[in-house]
C-alpha cells in the first residue's frame, strides 16, 4: 500500500480540488490544508482543481518511495475535456527495486499525443522532496525539475504545428495501475495560474501576455544559462526521445522534430 500527501500552499483543499475517486482511499484532512491519496490492490485514487486554467506555471514537490514500485504510476497533468482534449504530463513509472524511476514527459493537442520524451533523474527522487515544475504559456510548455529545464515544447504553430493554446486544463494528480506502492509526499503550488471563468481568463487577453499584470510567466522564455542546462539533462539523462525513433515514423520524423 502507498499513499501521496499533498499541502496546498496559500489555498484549502475544500475549496480549490475535489476528489475524483478511490473510494474512501482520499481524503481532505488538517481544515483543508493537506489531501492524501492512497492505493492498494483494491483500488487507486485522484484528484482534481476545481477551476479550469488557460496557461499557468504549476509546482509539484514529491518524494518517491523507496522499494519494489514496478507496476505503479504516480501522474500530475493537465488536461481539457472532450474528445480532442489537450494535455500535458509528467509521470513517474515504478521499476524493480534497485532500478531508478523513469521520468516521463508527453504534450497531446486535439487529442493527439505521440510526444514522449523520457529521463532518468541525476539524483535519488526517494531519498527527498524534489520539485517538479510545468510552464505553460502562449509560446512554449516547460518541463523543469529543481528549477532546471529538461524539456521545452514551443509554439511552432506558424509552422504547422499544433499547440495547446485554446482549451483551458484542469490540475489532475493520481496513483494508479499499483501493484504495490507508489508515492508519499508533496505539495501543490497552483497559485501560479490563469483561471478560465465563463469564457474569460483571470489574467486577461490571452493573447496579449504583455497586457496581463502580476504574471510574468506568461512571456517566460529560457535564458542562455537555462538553455545550457537544458542541453546537459537531455544529453546525460535522457533515455527516450520520440524525435529520434526512425523506427516508429518509418515515414518521417514529426514537424517539429527538424526545427528544434
Excluded at 12 to 39: E, H, P, V
Excluded at 183 to 199: F, K
Excluded at 210 to 215: D, E, L, M, P
Aim: charged share 20%; hydrophobic share 35%.
Amino acid at each position: 500500500m502507498g499513499s501521496l500527501m499533498a499541502a496546498y500552499g496559500a489555498g484549502n483543499f475544500y475549496n480549490n480540488f475535489d476528489i475524483t475517486w478511490g473510494d474512501g482511499r482520499a481524503k481532505i484532512l488538517n481544515n483543508g490544508d493537506l489531501l492524501t491519496l492512497s492505493l492498494d490492490k483494491a483500488s487507486d485514487s485522484g484528484f482534481q482543481s476545481k477551476n479550469e486554467f488557460l496557461f499557468g506555471k504549476i509546482d509539484m514537490q514529491l518524494k518517491l518511495v523507496q522499494g519494489n514500485s514496478a507496476g505503479t504510476v504516480t501522474a500530475y497533468y493537465l488536461q481539457s475535456k472532450g474528445s480532442n482534449w489537450d494535455e500535458i504530463d509528467f509521470e513517474f513509472l515504478g521499476n524493480l527495486s534497485g532500478d531508478p524511476y523513469i521520468l516521463h514527459t508527453n504534450v497531446y493537442t486535439q487529442g493527439k499525443g505521440n510526444k514522449e520524451q523520457q529521463f532518468y533523474l541525476w539524483f535519488d527522487p526517494t531519498a527527498d522532496f524534489h520539485t517538479y515544475s510545468i510552464l505553460w504559456n502562449p509560446q512554449r510548455i516547460v518541463f523543469s525539475v529543481d528549477g532546471t529545464p529538461i524539456r521545452e515544447f514551443k509554439n511552432l504553430e506558424s509552422n504547422g504545428v499544433a499547440y495547446p493554446k485554446n482549451q483551458p486544463m484542469r490540475l489532475y494528480s493520481s496513483l494508479w495501475n499499483a501493484d504495490d506502492w507508489a508515492t508519499r509526499g508533496g505539495l501543490v503550488n497552483a497559485d501560479n495560474a490563469c483561471v478560465w471563468s465563463n469564457g474569460a481568463s483571470s489574467c486577461g487577453s490571452n493573447s496579449s501576455p504583455s497586457k496581463a499584470t502580476g504574471v510574468g510567466w506568461l512571456s517566460e522564455e529560457l535564458d542562455s544559462t537555462s538553455q545550457q542546462r537544458l542541453q546537459w539533462v537531455q544529453k546525460n539523462y535522457m533515455i527516450y526521445n520520440y524525435c529520434s525513433d526512425t523506427k516508429r515514423f518509418p515515414q518521417g520524423l514529426p514537424q517539429e522534430c527538424t526545427m528544434l
